[in-house]
């Protein structure tokens, strides 16, 4: 298996333009975690499915934010409009029920000016 | 939701020196993990603890959970340039939810 694979790797956007963060997890997992890495706040949870079904997304910073799981094997976070501070890197993580541990993706790497 | 603090935030040994990182949850842990992240890099698994008092090793690289199931440390023997990135503590909550700690940079100068 390949791994969670996101794209893009990296992404430099004008402010108020909506970014889109894809998200492919591991084929058979069945939970996916969305999580914002700063130096200022360390490591996010944004917003978790479970079988495609979002659970929590208390995480989530604001309305310009949202996330989508259409089917088991792709996910997108979108950012509408896109604010300098949202300038991250966004991690996209998946995994099987019970106690497993969770597989990273390489993350994208998202710059607002 | 669980909080997990970890110490200290950032470190800088010697190589060959041993070090020892710490992870505390504000609720009991059902599953720790260890997780190490290359800057700029994603995470990648180390290992998982699930029983009080349980303790696992990975080259020189060794977690423990204590019995209480509320601590856990990483200890490192001899460390290595390798060894440096960060590290991060994960607990899974209710509702298969996924939190991780604050991470603690370590740098190993040569």
């Known amino acids: 298996d390949a791994g969670v694979i996101q794209s893009p790797r990296h992404e430099v956007t004008e402010m108020g333009q909506e970014v889109t963060l894809r998200c492919k997890p591991i084929?058979?997992?069945?939970?996916l975690f969305w999580y914002r890495q700063t130096m200022m706040r360390g490591l996010e949870l944004l917003i978790y499915?479970?079988?495609?079904?979002?659970?929590?997304d208390s995480g989530m910073p604001e309305d310009r934010f949202s996330a989508k799981m259409p089917n088991a094997s792709f996910s997108t976070l979108k950012i509408q409009p896109s604010e300098p501070r949202d300038s991250a890197v966004y991690f996209c993580?998946?995994?099987?029920?019970?106690?497993?541990?969770?597989?990273f993706g390489q993350g994208t790497r998202l710059t607002v000016v | 939701s669980q909080e997990l603090e970890q110490s200290p935030q950032s470190l800088i040994v010697q190589e060959g020196k041993n070090l020892t990182i710490n992870c505390t949850s504000s609720k009991t842990l059902y599953g720790l993990y260890w997780y190490k992240q290359k800057y700029g890099e994603g995470l990648i698994f180390l290992m998982m603890?699930?029983?009080?008092?349980e303790e696992k090793s990975h080259e020189k690289i060794t977690a423990k959970l204590d019995e209480k199931k509320q601590q856990s440390s990483l200890h490192i023997t001899a460390s290595q340039p390798s060894h440096a990135g960060i590290y991060l503590c994960?607990?899974?909550?209710?509702?298969?939810?996924?939190?991780f700690g604050t991470g603690t940079s370590l740098t190993v100068i040569p």
């Open positions: 603890l699930q029983k009080g008092g």
């Open positions: 499915f479970n079988n495609n079904v979002p659970i929590d």
């Open positions: 084929s058979g997992h069945n939970s």
């Open positions: 993580a998946s995994k099987l029920g019970g106690s497993t541990e969770a597989f």
């Open positions: 994960g607990a899974a909550g209710r509702g298969n939810q996924f939190y």
